[in-house]
T-cell receptor, first 112, second 113 residues
Framework: GQQLNQSPQSMFIQEGEDVSMNCTSS?????WLWYKQDPGEGPVLLIA?????ELTSNGRLTAQFGITRKDSFLNISASIPSDVGIYFC????????????FGKGTKLTVNP | DTEVTQTPKHLVMGMTNKKSLKCEQH?????MYWYKQKAKKPPELMFV???????INESVPSRFSPECPNSSLLNLHLHALQPEDSALYLC????????????FGPGTRLTVL
């Protein structure tokens, strides 16, 4: 099936540092979504991207829809302890797909 | 309001039990989904309902039986489950099946003994 390559798999950073993670694929997507999941909870939507080249911010979070439509990145600036969690990228394939393809997640640990 | 609710929050059941998971949304979304998530893994799609009709079944065993009574409700009926079915079961909804953001519920933590 379709795969999203999400990296890095895990990150250990100090509070206040900036974070960057990305997802790439060999397929073209028409929607990119970034979610954060805390243990035992459902994924919470952070940012949604719909157009190639689109750059969207949500507070300290910024995400971009790659020009080739095959990739996306998420940046977190000035990290704080509550940023800890697993971040997933997800995408809808071009052509209209009812399936969301998920990356394997990036586990973020923030040391105070 | 972007809320998807799920009940129960936790469920423990034996292999001979019959139980149901419930999901509800009032965003006017016409697509609803069931996902299964194992620890440290991404959500894995099980079923998609679009306009109250089952449109995708990802080869899920028949011991899982979905039901969509109306556009706001989604159930997952469980029967004769195995211990390996223990997982977090997530419900999600989106405007349609092929567009829009998918909003997830908080999940039901299922343990099969």
């Amino acid at each position: 099936g379709q795969q999203l390559n999400q990296s890095p798999q895990s990150m250990f950073i100090q509070e206040g540092e900036d974070v960057s993670m990305n997802c790439t694929s060999s397929s073209i997507f028409n929607t990119w979504l970034w979610y954060k999941q805390d243990p035992g909870e459902g994924p919470v939507l952070l940012i949604a991207l719909y157009k190639a080249g689109e750059l969207t911010s949500n507070g300290r979070l910024t995400a971009q829809f790659g020009i080739t439509r095959k990739d996306s990145f998420l940046n977190i600036s000035a990290s704080i302890p509550s940023d800890v969690g697993i971040y997933f990228c997800a995408g809808r394939l071009q052509g209209g797909s009812e399936k969301l393809v998920f990356g394997k997640g990036t586990k973020l640990t923030v040391n105070p | 309001d972007t809320e998807v609710t799920q009940t129960p929050k936790h469920l423990v059941m034996g292999m001979t039990n019959k139980k149901s998971l419930k999901c509800e949304q009032h965003m006017g979304h016409r697509a609803m989904y069931w996902y299964k998530q194992k620890a440290k893994k991404p959500p894995e799609l099980m079923f998609v309902y679009s306009y109250e009709k089952l449109s995708i079944n990802e080869s899920v065993p028949s011991r899982f039986s979905p039901e969509c009574p109306n556009s706001s409700l989604l159930n997952l009926h469980l029967h004769a489950l195995q211990p390996e079915d223990s997982a977090l079961y997530l419900c999600a909804s989106s405007f349609t099946g092929t567009s829009g953001v998918a909003y997830f519920g908080p999940g039901t933590r299922l343990t099969v003994l």
